[in-house]
């Protein structure tokens, strides 16, 4: 079984995935992959200097997402040009691991499944809800302020899409006990083979 977890920025996917983990699923966390494996990528660096100027790279050569955020986040071609150059090997990664462990039990956070049409990848799609104060808030703890939260949030697939689009959404403004029942309940319902949405 190979879940694929998306929802809106901050709605608390990390939090749902490590739930799954915490029940024996094996955890991908794309995001932790683009930071960890992909932007460290020579080339990776290399297309991103002679994009956009080695003020995007920190003084050691690795990137410096902050302001590489600044930039894609505003610039819709630059970020279509790095989606470009990170997807396609952030792809790559999923299936070797998935063809390392093609019986495990997965649960891949993905935060652009449905705005880069992955649906195709999983069994199963869960989506990770919150009001929008609930999400605004739980970024500002974060650091994130209103404004750079909402840059981002506009780039994505609204989260009520996201909502009509999954087989089961999680709904996360309450206490995270209340998300781990929500997590348990399907993990029992999945495991009984009851998988309707
Ligand atoms: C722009 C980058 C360097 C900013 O890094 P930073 O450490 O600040 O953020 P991080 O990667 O942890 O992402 C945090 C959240 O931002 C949002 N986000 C990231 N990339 C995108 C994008 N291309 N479009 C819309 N939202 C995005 C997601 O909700 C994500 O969960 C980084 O996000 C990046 O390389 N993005 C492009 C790769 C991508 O599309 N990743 C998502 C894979 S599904
Ligand atoms: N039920 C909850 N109760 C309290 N805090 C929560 C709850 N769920 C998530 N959080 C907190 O809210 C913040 C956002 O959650 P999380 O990182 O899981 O969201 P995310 O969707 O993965 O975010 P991003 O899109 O930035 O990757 C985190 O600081 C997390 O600890």
């Given at each position: 079984?190979?879940?694929?977890?998306?929802?809106?920025?901050?709605?608390?996917?990390?939090?749902?995935?490590?739930?799954?983990?915490?029940?024996?699923?094996?955890?991908?966390?794309?995001?932790?992959?683009?930071?960890?494996?992909?932007?460290v990528q020579p080339e990776v660096r290399a297309e991103?200097?002679?994009?956009?100027?080695?003020?995007?790279?920190?003084?050691?050569g690795?990137?410096?997402?902050?302001?590489?955020?600044?930039?894609?986040?505003?610039?819709?071609?630059?970020?279509?040009?790095?989606?470009?150059?990170?997807?396609?090997?952030?792809?790559?990664?999923?299936?070797?691991?998935?063809?390392?462990?093609?019986?495990?039990?997965?649960?891949?956070?993905?935060?652009?499944?449905?705005?880069?049409?992955?649906?195709?990848?999983?069994?199963?799609?869960?989506?990770?809800?919150?009001?929008?104060?609930?999400?605004?808030?739980?970024?500002?703890?974060?650091?994130?302020?209103?404004?750079?939260?909402?840059?981002?949030?506009?780039?994505?697939?609204?989260?009520?899409?996201?909502?009509?689009?999954?087989?089961?959404?999680?709904?996360?403004?309450?206490?995270?006990?209340?998300?781990?029942?929500?997590?348990?309940?399907?993990?029992?319902?999945?495991?009984?083979?009851?998988?309707?949405?």
């Amino acid at each position: 079984m190979v879940i694929g977890l998306t929802g809106g920025m901050g709605c608390g996917k990390s939090t749902a995935a490590n739930l799954f983990k915490e029940l024996g699923y094996r955890l991908v966390d794309s995001d932790a992959l683009v930071r960890e494996h992909i932007l460290v990528q020579p080339e990776v660096r290399a297309e991103v200097r002679r994009a956009w100027g080695a003020e995007m790279l920190n003084d050691d050569g690795s990137i410096d997402r902050k302001r590489l955020a600044a930039k894609v986040f505003s610039d819709d071609e630059a970020r279509i040009k790095l989606e470009n150059w990170v997807h396609p090997r952030l792809y790559a990664r999923w299936r070797e691991l998935l063809r390392a462990e093609p019986d495990s039990n997965w649960v891949f956070e993905v935060p652009l499944l449905f705005e880069q049409r992955l649906e195709n990848w999983f069994d199963f799609i869960v989506c990770v809800a919150s009001s929008a104060d609930v999400q605004l808030a739980r970024l500002s703890k974060r650091g994130i302020s209103h404004a750079l939260a909402e840059q981002r949030i506009s780039k994505q697939l609204p989260l009520a899409r996201k909502i009509d689009s999954a087989d089961r959404v999680l709904w996360n403004d309450g206490t995270l006990s209340a998300l781990r029942e929500q997590v348990e309940f399907l993990h029992a319902e999945l495991s009984a083979g009851r998988n309707d949405a």
